[in-house]
């Protein structure tokens, strides 16, 4: 089991804004950029984020896998890397932008010992 | 001295050239009112590309802070927790991190930030308007691009302090009257 030591959440939370809190901020800048834009800015169709959920079958058709082969082989998506972007306008969905997933088969070796 | 024809084709004259010119004025009002979205598709898209970039920029700086810290035996985190872990990453990514994979480490992380995203984006806040803006949505894309162009103008409010709230309900009740459009639907 992977663990790290904190002697307290407030301690977890200072380390991770020393160390990564520039590029936290950042996620959460872009996101809430993002977000204003696709409710308040765009209003002839319906834009979303679209990712995969894992377990769901690799289809290349909405999505790109990111981290293999990509050989049009059928697999089980483990996550989604990548944010991609989906358009409806009233029943017609157009993935503008598809997400990069890795498949559990691409998935790191476990450390031996 | 003009006769009556000449009289009245004078008038004629001057009726057809303000005519033509408030046609020309209408069709550039008409481009204007057609206009619905204030940004671009490639935009948007740009701004996907921007999230993606700042999402491994930060999924590595965490992961190296984070593999920074010296990992203990033993777990401090209780089964329910871990059940809920495992049901939000999969079994299979799961599986990997728990074996102390760093690089799995790092992906389970990135995978994390762009489920907080999908999380975010997917709904309209925690607030007394979430369920409201929601409701609006859904009736606007229902009713199609013609009643579309009050969205733009409705969501000004939000930036706005509870002054705006009046208009904001009232964009409201004019949402829930029948559609003019030729559907005819009001079954709102």
Known sequence: MITRTFSDFSEAVELVRNGAGTEVEAVVAATLLFDNAIKTKIASSEMSVYIVPPGATFTGETMVDGFGKDGGE???????????????????????????????????????? | MLTRSEELSTQLSEKDRLLSKRTTELSAAQAFLTKVDAVSEAEIVGMVENLNTHISSASSALSVTLGEREPVQGTLVNEPDLQLIR??????????????????????????????????????????????????????????????????????????ESGDRIEMENAYETLRTPSRTASGRGDY
């Open chain 1, 74 to 113: 059928r697999g089980t998506v483990a996550g989604t890397m990548e944010i991609g972007l989906i358009q409806r306008m009233g029943d017609v969905e157009t993935v503008l932008r598809k997400p990069k997933v890795i498949l559990e088969r691409d998935l790191p070796e476990p450390e031996s010992g």
């Open chain 2, 87 to 160: 049901d939000y990453f999969g079994d299979s990514m799961f599986e990997e991190v728990a074996a102390g994979n760093p690089v799995a480490v790092t992906l389970a992380i990135e995978m994390y930030l762009v489920q907080f995203v999908e999380q975010v984006t997917s709904g309209w806040g925690g607030g007394a308007a979430a369920g409201v803006l929601s409701e609006i949505y859904r009736m606007i894309s229902t009713k199609g691009e013609a009643d579309a162009r009050v969205w733009p103008k409705l969501t000004i409010c939000l930036d706005r």
